[in-house]
């Protein structure tokens, strides 16, 4: 144990490594970077990032930084599978160029947060944590990545991230504001895809979402709107209702259509992906997040609806954590971690004061969009967040264009807040509908009409 800990500790202050030679990976323009991060109360939490700077002028673009959520999710996914500058090759093995990476013009610092999610760890074992300890962890990432990143600290900065990253992004946002006294950060704004913003407004719109997608029987409608909802199902608060009423039973099997019914939870108008024994370990620890149960032997052979094994067997192989100066001594990464999502303190079950402060108060620029068939936290949810935070509407919800389609819908708030929808993507936007979400990234950083 001693050696162990020894061997933590002396990679704990190692620099940043510039990644030369990552295997299958195509000839690229621009520096990237992986490396530790040392923060918590007890220096205990090793946070493992990797940095790619911009294709087009580092110097100037802005700098986001991106969080995936779960809780307990890693953001590589995301950087190899959405947005990032590759995708892995469905062969686990190689990589190839994604057209609509969004380091196209900024550059883009993925946190693997917290301690314990992907190649993150803790140097004594404990990986307890939750919301605010996170948030602090990240800003001393944060912290750590501008003192050895100095050239970055003047760039317009931004807090990005998806699905818990509705909870993570304006909690970080906020902590970035309070402590501008002990660190400045040049925060512009924040972006969140597919954000789990509010717990009750999350339960309350998707029982909406599927009954508006002829998912839920329309007798049985009826008659919950009238002994549940005071036949008001648009104001009915189904989260509050009681799992041992007939109106919690109703809401309990509503939302167990979503996610044991044999639909994609991640995209409703997707396949289902079976294509092996492997367990969707994403859909397992959501399942359980939500009805606080394994789910049964029979809807996970029937849902795993991810395929995530090449992004799980690239970052395994032993070029690969190599090249990325991950530690011997680490086991497997994976996608999740279920010793995460299932400690992980959930303290904050709405963000609206939050995002309130950074948008009106500190008048920084905010993004809420969401494909429009996910079901894991959809788009009616941030929808209606939007418009509840009670900012005057600036600009009504419009349609926009992506190479001669509908790419989706949007709308604006005040001067700052836009809420947008990506047609026909789900949970993950950029994997689903990449032209469209570098469009609307582009718009919102640069301040191009939608």
Not at 2 to 24: K, R, Y
Not at 316 to 322: A, D, F, G, S, T
């Amino acid at each position: 144990m001693l050696q162990l800990l020894l061997v933590f500790g002396l990679f704990a202050f190692c620099n940043a490594a510039l990644i030369t030679d990552l295997p299958g990976q195509p000839p690229v323009n621009f520096k990237q970077y992986s490396g530790y991060y040392n923060v918590g109360a007890k220096k205990n939490h090793m946070l493992h990032y990797w940095f790619v700077e911009s294709q087009n002028n580092p110097a100037k673009d802005p700098v986001l930084v991106w969080l995936t959520g779960g809780p307990g999710c890693s953001g590589l996914s995301a950087l190899l599978t959405e947005w990032g500058p590759f995708n892995v090759n469905s062969d686990g093995a190689s990589l190839s160029i994604n057209p609509y990476s969004w380091n196209k013009n900024a550059s883009i610092l993925t946190l693997e947060s917290p301690a314990g999610v992907g190649y993150s760890y803790s140097i004594d074992g404990d990986v307890s944590t939750g919301d605010d300890q996170s948030a602090s962890e990240n800003w001393e990432a944060l912290v750590a990545f501008f003192n050895e990143f100095p050239q970055y600290k003047s760039n317009d900065f931004y807090v990005t991230g998806e699905s818990y990253g509705g909870i993570y992004v304006p909690m970080l946002t906020q902590t970035i504001l309070d402590r501008q006294g002990q660190f400045n950060i040049n925060i512009k704004g924040f972006a969140i895809g597919n954000g789990c913003v509010s717990a009750n407004e999350g339960t309350d719109s998707l029982i909406l979402f599927l009954h508006a997608h002829g998912i839920l029987d329309e007798t049985q409608w009826q008659k919950v709107k009238s002994q549940c909802c005071a036949n008001n199902t648009d104001d009915c608060a189904f989260h509050s209702f009681s799992t041992l009423s007939y109106c919690g039973e109703f809401a309990f099997a509503a939302q167990n259509t979503a996610w044991g019914g044999g639909l994609n939870p991640y995209n409703m108008y997707a396949n289902c992906y079976q294509g092996g024994s492997d367990l969707p370990l994403r859909f397992k620890l959501d399942y359980q997040r939500r009805f606080n149960r394994e789910p049964e032997p029979e809807i996970l052979s029937s849902v795993p609806c991810l395929n995530e094994n090449p992004v799980t067997d690239y970052l395994n192989k032993p070029l690969v954590r190599k090249a990325l100066g991950i530690p011997s001594s680490l086991g497997r990464w994976e996608i999740c971690s279920n010793v995460i999502s299932n400690t992980y303190k959930r303290q904050y079950g709405d963000m609206t004061s939050r995002v309130l402060n950074a948008v009106v108060n500190k008048n920084l620029k905010g993004m809420l969009y969401n494909g429009d068939v996910d079901l894991a936290c959809n788009a009616l949810m941030g929808q209606r967040f939007s418009h509840n935070l009670g900012i005057p509407l600036q600009k009504k919800k419009a349609r926009y264009m992506v190479q001669g389609q509908v790419g989706g819908y949007h709308t604006q708030y005040g001067n700052n807040l836009h809420f947008v929808t990506v047609r026909g993507a789900g949970h993950m936007v950029p994997t689903d509908k990449p032209a469209v979400a570098d469009h609307i990234i582009q718009s919102f950083l640069f301040n191009k009409a939608f």
